[in-house]
Structures are given as structure tokens and as C-alpha cells.
């Protein structure tokens, strides 16, 4: 049997295991929030996990999303999945605002549907570019889901949905498996775990085999900004986090996040937040991040 045509069998039991479910109505789910945002330049949300799922298409602007110890900047066309259970924050590019369809959600599957599709095996997150066709389907169940009716067929409606969801990020994370490996991928990984250490362009193209024109080329496409904003972004969101739960003194952590002297790391901090990082760690005293975020505005989707 050919490698195609063993895809094609595979598809085939998925597609008839989904048809069951259908009959069996055997997909338990909970919605908890679905809908396209638009958040201003700058916008954070703190870090803070909850027990659902949740889904962000990136349709306009940039952003960098933290997943447990791991930042990952999007731009528009991007999506990212994060997992239930893992710590994650929100950091809008502070030059232009950034709008998302969004989904939250509960689901529980059977399990031979959970050994056949991707998106449903264990991970923290994952990310993947041009997801047009996710976009699509992640509005058009946020439509239904704020639709007035809830009877039968809406159920039906809503299960068809969610299961061309998985259908459709299943084939996308099986398909981004190797462009993950590329160049870029591990030029980004290195940043994340060496961040407080000084990081030039000229270290990444010799440690990297690459020319540094390439590493600023391909950084701008594939986060929107550039090397050293996301270094930067890093550091200060890495500060944050310090300031927030802990009680080192501002001079230690500007140490630990890779700046040369408090008097720096205070100047830029207060370009990025708007505030000093004591005004920011009095912000925060006696309350939850999760409890505290900037008011947006929903949209409702014009197409």
C-alpha cells in the first residue's frame, strides 16, 4: 500500500468514527467564550491557566503569547492552540493594536477519536501559520454559539463544527511538524532559553550558519518585529512575572533578565508598560493576575 493511499485510509476511519459520534451525539462540550476581539497597542494580560482549550487566530496585528516558560510571537494569520492547564499571557505589539477570533472550550472525546487526530495527543501548545481555513471555522461556531436558538439542530450544528475544527488543525499540526525544524524555529528557541544573556546578530549567523541579513529578514516575517524588540519583549515580560510573584529587588532582577544596569531596565520598562517596576509590583499586591485586565470591545464579524 502506498503512502497515499494509507493516508486515505486513515481518513477514511476517521471520517467514520466522527459519522458515529454524530449518531451517537457522544461529543460532551462546554463553551466558554467565543467571539472576535480587538485589543489596543500595548494591551497585556497577565499571566494566569483555566481548564479549557483555547484558540487564537491572529487576524490583524502582531503579538507575543507566553506558554509555560516558552514566548511565541504570532502575526496576522497565525494561530496558536493552548492546551488546558498551561500558564499563559497576551502581549500586543505596542506600535499597532491586534485583532483575534478567539475560542475557549471544554471537550471530552472518546478516546479512539483522541488516538486518531493530532490535536487531540499531549502537548502544551502549538502554533500554526497561515490558518486562513481555522479562522473561518472559529468564527462561524462563535456565530452559533451567540445565535438564540438552542434546540436540536443547533447541537448537531455545533458538534459538525467543532469536529471540522479538529479535522482541520489535526492536518495542520501533522503538516507543521517539519517546518518547525527550520532555521528560524531553533534561532527562536535559543533566544527564549538564552534571553538574559547578551545576544548579538552576529552570534546568531555564526551559531546558526546563516548571514545576520537572513536572521533580520526572517525575524521581521516570521514575528512582525524585530530581533532586538523581541529580546526586549522577553526580558520585560520575564521581569513582569519576577515583580508580580516574587520579592527580589529591582536591581536583582533587572540583573537576571539581561540588563546592564537598573537605570536601563527601569527606562525600558516603563516604555513597555506605561509605569515604573515598582508601580508595577504595587499594582499587583494581594490580587490575582487573572482578576485584573484591560476592558475590550467585541466585534461582531461583518462577513
Known amino acids: 500500500m502506498s503512502m497515499i493511499d494509507e493516508k486515505r485510509s486513515q481518513m477514511d476511519k476517521i471520517e467514520e468514527k466522527i459519522a458515529r459520534m454524530l ?8 463553551i466558554r467564550n467565543a467571539g472576535v476581539f480587538r485589543y489596543l497597542k500595548s494591551y497585556r494580560f497577565e499571566r494566569h491557566n483555566h481548564r479549557e482549550t483555547e484558540i487564537v487566530y491572529i487576524k490583524a496585528g502582531h503579538c507575543i ?9 504570532l502575526k496576522e494569520r497565525d494561530c496558536i492552540i493552548l492546551y488546558k492547564g498551561v500558564p499563559h499571557w497576551f502581549l500586543v505589539d505596542r506600535e499597532e493594536g491586534c485583532q483575534i477570533a478567539q ?18 495527543r499531549p502537548a502544551r501548545y502549538h502554533k500554526l501559520p497561515d490558518s486562513d481555513g481555522i479562522k473561518d471555522v472559529i468564527e462561524g461556531i462563535g456565530r452559533l454559539y451567540r445565535s438564540a436558538g438552542n434546540g ?16 482541520e488543525l489535526s492536518m495542520r499540526i501533522e503538516k507543521n ?23 548579538g546578530m552576529e552570534e546568531l549567523a555564526e551559531k546558526f550558519g546563516v548571514s545576520s541579513r537572513y536572521i533580520r529578514k526572517c525575524f521581521k516575517e516570521e514575528t512582525g518585529i524585530s530581533c532586538s524588540q523581541y529580546i526586549a519583549s522577553l526580558r520585560i515580560e520575564k521581569a513582569k512575572e519576577m ?7 529591582v536591581t536583582e532582577i533587572a540583573a537576571r533578565t539581561g540588563f546592564n544596569s537598573s537605570q536601563y531596565f527601569c527606562r525600558v520598562f ?26 475590550i470591545e467585541e466585534e461582531e464579524e461583518e462577513n
Request: hydrophobic letters at 40%.
Open 243 to 249: 515583580l508580580w510573584s516574587g520579592s527580589e529587588t
Open 23 to 30: 449518531m451517537e451525539h457522544s461529543l460532551e462540550l462546554e
Open 103 to 120: 475560542l475557549e472550550f471544554y471537550v471530552n472525546v472518546p478516546e479512539e477519536l483522541k488516538e486518531s487526530l493530532a490535536v487531540f
Open 177 to 199: 511538524g517539519k517546518r518547525q525544524s527550520g532555521k528560524m524555529a531553533k534561532v527562536l528557541s535559543y533566544i527564549n532559553e538564552n534571553y538574559e544573556y547578551d545576544i
Open 152 to 167: 436540536e439542530l443547533q447541537s448537531v450544528a455545533m458538534t459538525m463544527l467543532f469536529l471540522l475544527l479538529f479535522l
Open 270 to 295: 516603563q516604555q513597555y508598560t506605561g509605569m515604573t517596576p515598582l508601580e508595577y509590583r504595587n499594582m499587583w499586591k494581594g490580587t490575582r493576575a487573572e482578576e485584573r485586565c484591560t476592558i
Open 65 to 73: 503569547m507566553g506558554a509555560g516558560e516558552e514566548f511565541v510571537p
